[in-house]
Structure formats: structure tokens, C-alpha cells
């Protein structure tokens, strides 16, 4: 089995910054896809960014150029750097890890950006 802890959410005013951490435990032999979603009120959830093992990496056009994920696989861990935020960002925000053959969610983290 494997848990996903994450941290780093809160309330940010628009154009801060904020980091998001994602820890991975358990029986874990190796990570294949390491991502963040997000949902807001009412919307469906969305990936927000993604980073393969090999470190490709994915983001939606929404926070291209202000977000940048990141993962250590010596430490099972997945980082979304969050810098000029916007309300329309505020959502919880879920991090995911692909470990064949299932995906693992984390519990969710609020991310708040006031005007």
C-alpha cells in the first residue's frame, strides 16, 4: 500500500507565492508519473502538472510560465512551486503517483488566493 501526505497549502494575496509538497510511503519500487490536480467548487478536477520518471514534464496552459513541478525520487517526493498566483487558482489541490498498475491520490490540500 502506498500514502500520499501533502503540505504546504494556505491563504496566499494574488501575485504571491506558494509551495506545495507531496510525500510518498509504503511498498514502493518505482514512480513512473508524479503530478498535481486540482478542484474547485463546482468544477471538475483538473491536472495542474505532471513530471515522468524520466522528467518530462506537463503543465495546463493556465499555469504555464508561473508554476514548476518537481520530483526527487531519492526521497519518493513531488514539489509544485506556485508563484503569481491568481484567485482563479484557488482550489484543493491533490497529488497524484502513478505506480503500476494503479494511481494513488493524496488527501487534499486548500490553496487559497484572495484579490
Known amino acids: 500500500q502506498v500514502q500520499l501526505v501533502e503540505s504546504g497549502g494556505g491563504l496566499v494575496q494574488a501575485g504571491g507565492s506558494l509551495r506545495l509538497s507531496c510525500a510518498a510511503s509504503?511498498?514502493?519500487?518505482?514512480?513512473?508519473?508524479m503530478g498535481w490536480y486540482r478542484q474547485a467548487p463546482g468544477k471538475q478536477r483538473e491536472l495542474v502538472a505532471h513530471v515522468t520518471r524520466g522528467g518530462s514534464t506537463h503543465y495546463a496552459e493556465s499555469v504555464k510560465g508561473r508554476f514548476t513541478i518537481s520530483r526527487d525520487d531519492a526521497k519518493n517526493t513531488v514539489d509544485l512551486q506556485m508563484n503569481s498566483l491568481k484567485p482563479e487558482d484557488t482550489a484543493t489541490y491533490y497529488c497524484?503517483?502513478?505506480?503500476?498498475?494503479?494511481?494513488?491520490w493524496g488527501q487534499g490540500t486548500q490553496v487559497t488566493v484572495s484579490a
Open positions: 509504503g511498498t514502493i519500487l518505482s514512480i513512473n508519473l
Open positions: 497524484s503517483v502513478y505506480i503500476q498498475p494503479r494511481t494513488y
